[in-house]
């Protein structure tokens, strides 16, 4: 049952994407449907033995790689993090099959689409339940591969291929760092599999690699190097800047990406590995400090964006923020808890973006929507659900996970030794609350509430999605609204033994009961930074200030609305101080100095005009005529038979004479 949870999604993906000519585009709907479908099911299944009765799985099958003190086999673990983020994925996957099939009906290429899903949903797959560091970087590459796959389904169009080379490369940097750690892993513990790292961590304390007279704490830099990798995949401030262009693929692949996919990768990495991090403090401080300024970059440059689909991504790359913040603060339950809660409302709401896209002939600018709320009255109210969820509203999903984190914060700030780290940490995260609050309600003004800004044709048009679009909204919509209420005694509440190990915190980095028992005027601020942000965008959107009549009163004010409006120059500063160098240096060192000037002088063209008298031999050689190279290479054969008989005195008799014969007869 385990091993068909990952290779049904294969399965259907092979079907799909090799017999799609033959089984037609409904049968190969209906089949990676039906395989991703059963192992979301399997994943139910597997999420009650090992989740709520207590067992954990381990599956090895045979060895995959063997080499003095390297070996590494196929394994399969099967523990309370790897099932609840089977059903993540696999719940979250199926529900997007589902809506792809009404969303792709008239893509000619729609086969196609279905098996990239498929061996999206593969890879995770193998991501979450590898028992070793290779073969979850086999899924962690396979991973970044799909997603190149289906950004740039649309391969006609510039910007798609544009954003997939992007998304790609971008992530190539995160790679490097976690292939870095990964060798690192080895040569500090002699393996890979993690029962022996994580049985053994607490051994390598006082570990230090010394390098070039340097001395560095060893579990800090494994877990650093681990973090590389997890801010490419996860989208964390520096390497965030593929995350809002991966919007250029369909939408499905955005919610397949945003909620269950990819992006959950690097912090699934922190929070597998939290035996590591808790014996660094400096990391988990780095932890804190980049998942807040991710949570508050994110959320600012979320207000001034005006494509529908960016709006969500960059509220992506804040609540990441949070998780990569919680996993600082020790608190890796929460975050994973924050994750799941997390991909019920953003596939929800992209799924509603995607619905009120295909409503309006494929316009993404919320400036040319408006009074959608009289045409599609149903995705209005379900991207309002997400929304408020995803702003943490009091008794939706958001709120039971995202308030949490901020106490947590809170408690740390008085308990940690580190209170500057701490308390810069916590106001971040709390302003970012305020932001969330305000680019999710300006999202609902410009695109349902607002006097419309379309045409007269595309009006007479919109309609409401098909049913099998309307099917996993719905669906969604009850899981944002009732999953976090129904899981958190389970998850995080206090005394759980839900996660039987699974997840280490050393005794004195858990704020759970001091959380407890803050004060109420302290619970209520994500509460009220969220009414101030709401009130913050009714008043822009219904008064004359939406013209920024005030922010234009003070140049040092309408200086940061510039700055937070282009991205905080990320793009700019990459292209100028990296992309146009190295590109600079391929063509003028790389390509003409060494491939078309040293090489070329050095190889055959240089070798034949330093030697004239055997060029011109070369040259009368090749004739380009078929018989006089079957001749050359015959006298070839001949006499190299020849040297082999005078070398080794071979004698020669009637079969050898037989042979060749019959091969001189062949090849003439």
Not at 294 to 315: C, E, P, R
Not at 401 to 411: C, F, G, H, R, V
């Amino acid at each position: 049952m385990y091993l068909n949870i990952i290779l049904l999604p294969l399965v259907g993906a092979l079907f799909s994407g090799f017999g799609g000519r033959w089984i037609g585009s409904k049968g190969s709907c209906i089949l990676t449907t039906s395989c991703v479908g059963i192992a979301a099911v399997l994943s139910g299944i597997a999420f009650v033995e090992v989740g709520l009765a207590g067992n954990t799985i381990h599956i090895i099958l045979e060895s995959w790689m063997e080499s003095g003190v390297f070996s590494v086999h196929w394994g399969f673990l099967f523990d309370t993090i790897t099932v609840t983020m089977l059903i993540i994925i696999t719940w979250i996957s199926t529900l997007v099959h589902l809506y792809s099939i009404g969303y792709m009906a008239f893509d000619p290429h729609r086969p196609r689409f279905m098996c990239y899903l498929c061996v999206f949903t593969f890879f995770m797959l193998m991501l979450v339940t590898a028992d070793n560091l290779l073969q979850m970087f086999l899924g962690w590459e396979g991973v970044g591969l799909a997603s190149y796959l289906l950004i740039n389904f649309w391969y006609t169009r510039l910007a798609a291929n544009q954003s997939a080379i992007k998304a790609l490369v971008v992530n190539r940097i995160g790679d490097f760092g976690l292939g870095l750690g990964i060798f690192s892993i080895f040569w500090i513990f002699q393996s890979l599999d993690y029962s022996v790292i994580f049985s053994t961590v607490s051994l390598f304390d006082s570990y230090y690699i010394k390098f070039l007279g340097f001395s560095c704490h060893g579990l800090s830099l494994v877990g650093l190097l681990l973090f590389v990798g997890a801010i490419g995949k996860s989208a964390q401030l520096g390497l965030h800047t593929w995350l809002p262009d991966a919007m250029e693929g369909p939408t499905p692949v955005s919610a397949l990406i945003h909620a269950a996919t990819m992006v959950t990768a690097g912090v699934f990495l922190m929070i597998r590995f939290s035996s590591l991090l808790e014996f660094s403090p400096f990391l988990l401080s780095v932890l804190v400090i980049f998942g807040a300024l991710t949570s508050f970059f994110a959320g600012m440059t979320g207000i001034f964006q005006n494509d529908l689909k960016k709006v969500i991504a960059y509220s992506t790359c804040s609540q990441l923020g949070y998780m990569i913040f919680s996993c600082g603060i020790s608190c890796y339950d929460v975050s994973l808890f924050h994750l799941t809660n997390h991909a019920f409302f953003k596939a929800l709401l992209f799924l509603s973006a995607g619905s009120v896209i295909h409503a309006v002939n494929n316009e993404q600018d919320m400036r040319k929507m408006g009074s959608l709320v009289r045409f599609l009255p149903m995705t209005y109210s379900l991207m309002l659900i997400g929304s408020l969820a995803l702003m943490g509203f009091p008794f939706l999903t958001g709120f039971y996970s995202k308030d949490l984190i901020l106490e947590l914060a809170y408690s740390n700030s008085f308990c940690n030794l580190d209170l500057l780290c701490s308390s810069l940490a916590l106001w971040l995260g709390s302003s970012a609350v305020l932001f969330t609050a305000l680019y999710s309600f300006r999202l609902i003004y410009l695109t349902f509430l607002n006097s419309n800004n379309n045409t007269r044709v595309v009006l007479s048009s919109i309609q409401e999605s098909s049913v099998l679009m309307s099917i996993p909204l719905l669906l969604l919509s009850i899981g944002s609204i009732f999953f976090g209420f129904m899981a958190q005694d389970l998850f995080i509440g206090l005394g759980t033994d839900f996660w039987n190990g699974s997840i280490f915190i050393l005794p004195n980095h858990n704020f759970h009961v001091e959380a407890e028992y803050l004060p109420t005027f302290i619970k209520w601020i994500p509460f009220l930074l969220s009414s101030l942000g709401i009130s913050f965008a009714t008043v822009i959107n219904i008064t004359s200030i939406y013209k920024y009549s005030l922010l234009k009163t003070y140049k040092i004010s309408f200086f940061w609305v510039y700055l937070i409006n282009k991205k905080w120059f990320f793009d700019i500063l990459y292209n100028r101080f990296f992309v146009y160098p190295i590109l600079n240096f391929g063509y003028n060192i790389s390509f003409k100095a060494l491939d078309r000037g040293f090489i070329e002088l050095a190889g055959p063209f240089g070798f034949s005009n330093f030697i004239p008298n055997w060029s011109s031999v070369i040259f009368q050689i090749q004739t380009s005529q078929m018989t006089h190279y079957v001749f050359y290479i015959i006298g070839s054969v001949c006499i190299l038979f020849i040297l082999v008989i005078w070398e080794y005195g071979i004698l020669l008799n009637s079969f050898h004479l037989l042979v060749f014969y019959f091969f001189l007869v062949f090849f003439i």
